[in-house]
């Protein structure tokens, strides 16, 4: 750990501790999320500084009597320091992103936000989490969650033709970067599996409690490449490029005029195919050749004259 | 004594002391420190002690003193200090919560000098079952120009890959679907424009003074974020069984038509060049049947993929089955 963090936890400790007399190193460390060896450190650093003249009464009176700590004499860093505009800003974010996540599950954080961004500068019209079109699913969920219900979910799997039943014991709710996902017991599948909220056409509370209970802790939803997975070889025109951020690609060649070769592995060419489509000529698979042919069937079918 | 970290606290405390700015020698008579036999290597170790304050975040302030002769340092405490925040117990509570479900990356400080002088928050309140991640690294290159409304230039990638120079007011800062934005006011072109951070080239350069501009009261991000409406088209798509419930979430109603088996569906508020793609990914499960222009830019749309795969379709040729 550097000097200057140091510093800043410890211009933080100090008007945390002045609040709180007598407070233990254990609640100190938690305050700060680090080990309490860490909290004794800063105080035996902070025993040396004070006024200027560092003449014996001028240094700040730290005592530490078994675990609890008291510090005195240093009024001059009665108050933190304020946050950087780095700071602020994640901190803001952060929260807001919260707020808007939870609905009104936590009432007190909404009051608490606003209380936060007048206190640091931030309103709304300088950073913001914009809410999309919350998923219908979303508030079904909520309730299945707060009362521990079984749900049955009709869902289209980035393979799937259409949407597949599947009873699931929810587990939680995940908001990745303005996405949902709901995590859960899949019963079919029996193991523990990532919808995505946007894929789930239709949701059943049912009567039914949860049989599996989730993990200590739940992994993230992301896309862990597996074995059996397709590696697919893509040409992005400039006005294509905003599929980088939709895929999670491997490796990028960029050429002179801002075009890219993209290379990526994926377990759902279905779902590839159709982002191919949704580039409108902008992407083009190089390889391989059964997703090529899968881009033209789907876009050959589409043009079919209809009945 | 060399603690650097016992230093640096020493050297907050005595320029937040002193009422007028102190000079580099009554600093060194002062603190007892940078007192090395070579005086311009003291004075190093100080301007390097000063870089790293400021970069926490402490306001080292440097003025002229004895009439412009010298440099004189001090902190004022009034942009020091964190003003007190009037949080409840619940609030401080819900706070705590909020940071924990994302992980805290990179803010757990910030929340701890908030609350600082704030109530302990209430023990055995259990988390709801929502974990969020927001992944902010992006907003940091423009962080303190947006706070402190400094002027940026930049090298900018647009969406059609050209590469244009930049002069902003850096207005907002704004996440949607993931992306996230800077929503400004170009100089060369004297309009609101949203950047997409991630097509900022290198990192923007901050110039001329802070608070340079003010924000216009009447900023709608939301609005500078999506776009200009350009069009609101009511759209008719024939659709699937399996494909009905994606044009419901999108607001489609059923007409009562049907074209063979397939049910029509009327999709409202529909912008032809921005949900271009999405009508795109719909097919062949859903197709376009009116009206015509958006029928011939989602067929136009189809063909060019074909094109792109060496596939006939164009130039009026019969299309593979």
């Known amino acids: 750990m550097s000097a200057t963090t140091d510093v800043a936890r410890m211009l933080t400790l100090v008007p945390w501790l002045l609040e709180r007399p007598g407070a233990t190193l254990d609640e100190a460390a938690a305050a700060f ?3 309490p060896a860490v909290i004794r450190r800063d105080l035996s650093h902070l025993d040396f500084c004070g006024l200027p003249g560092l003449g014996g009464g001028d240094l700040f009176d730290v005592s530490l009597v078994g675990d609890r700590i008291v510090v005195s004499m240093a009024d001059e860093l009665r108050r933190p320091l304020r946050p950087t505009p ?3 800003l994640r901190l803001v974010l952060t929260v807001d992103a919260v707020a808007d996540a939870l609905g009104g599950d936590l009432p007190a954080l909404r009051s608490a936000v606003d209380k936060v961004r007048g206190a640091l500068g931030i309103p709304e019209d300088v950073a913001d989490v914009l809410e999309e079109v919350t998923p219908r699913a979303l508030e079904e969920l909520r309730r299945a969650l707060r009362d521990q219900r079984r749900v049955r979910i009709g869902y289209q799997g980035r393979n799937d033709e259409r949407p597949v039943d599947r009873l699931v014991d929810p587990w939680a709710l995940h908001v990745q970067d303005g996405v949902w996902y709901l995590q859960g017991h899949d019963l079919g599948a029996d193991g523990g599996r990532t919808f995505r909220l946007d894929r789930i056409a239709e949701v059943e509370v049912l009567e039914d409690q949860p049989s599996v209970a989730p993990p200590e802790q739940l992994p993230a939803p992301r896309y862990a490449p597996g074995p059996g997975d397709l590696e697919v070889d893509l040409a992005l025109l400039p006005s294509a490029r ?14 002179e005029d801002g075009s890219a070769r993209v290379r990526l592995r994926t377990e759902a060419p279905r779902w590839l195919a159709r982002l191919v489509l949704m580039a409108g000529g902008g992407a083009t698979v190089l390889a391989p050749d059964e997703l090529v042919d899968q881009v033209v069937e789907l876009a050959s079918e589409a043009l079919r004259p209809q009945a | 004594m060399g603690d650097k970290a016992e230093r640096l606290v020493n050297l ?5 002391e002193t009422r007028r700015p102190l000079t580099f020698a009554e600093i060194r008579r002062r603190t007892g420190f940078y007192a090395q036999r070579d005086h311009e290597s003291g004075r190093r170790m100080f301007e390097r002690d000063k870089d790293d304050l400021r970069r926490l975040g402490v306001p080292v302030v440097v003025s002229d003193v004895a009439f412009g002769e010298e440099l004189g340092y001090r902190i004022d405490r009034r942009d020091y200090e964190l003003p007190d925040i009037d949080l409840t117990a619940e609030e401080v509570t819900a706070l705590a919560i909020a940071v924990h479900l ?13 609350l600082a002088r704030a109530p302990d928050p209430m023990p055995s309140v259990p988390p709801p079952p929502v974990r969020v991640e927001v992944a902010a690294d992006a907003v940091d290159a423009v962080a303190a120009a947006v706070v402190t409304r400094t002027a940026l230039g930049f090298r900018y990638r647009a969406a059609d890959g050209t590469l244009t120079d930049r002069e902003v007011d850096p207005y907002a800062v704004v996440q949607r679907r993931g992306s996230w934005y800077l929503v400004a006011r170009d100089h060369g072109r004297d309009a609101l424009r949203a950047f997409r951070l991630d097509r900022i080239q290198g990192a923007p350069r ?3 003074e802070a608070a340079s501009f003010t924000t216009p009261p009447d900023l709608d991000v ?5 776009g200009p409406e350009l069009a609101a088209v009511e759209v008719e798509l024939a659709v699937d069984a399996s494909a009905r419930w994606a044009v419901e979430s999108r607001g489609g109603t059923d007409t009562g038509h049907k074209l063979g088996d397939r049910a029509v569906l009327r999709v409202p508020g529909i912008d032809p060049a921005r949900d271009r793609a999405w009508l795109l990914g719909l097919a062949p499960g859903a197709t376009v ?5 958006v029928v011939e830019e989602v067929n136009e749309g189809l063909r060019s993929v074909l094109a792109a795969h060496g596939a006939a379709g164009v130039d009026g040729r019969e299309v593979p089955s």
């Open chain 2, 222 to 226: 939301a609005a500078a974020v999506s």
């Open chain 2, 289 to 293: 049947v009116a009206p015509n222009e």
């Open chain 1, 242 to 255: 905003w599929l980088e951020a939709a895929l999670q690609v491997d490796h990028v060649d960029e050429m």
């Open chain 1, 33 to 35: 999320a680090v080990t």
């Open chain 2, 102 to 114: 994302t992980g805290g990356e990179g803010v757990k400080l910030a929340l701890t000098k908030l």
């Open chain 2, 12 to 16: 907050t405390v005595a320029l937040l």
């Open chain 2, 206 to 208: 901050p110039f001329g």
């Open chain 1, 86 to 88: 780095h700071e602020a």
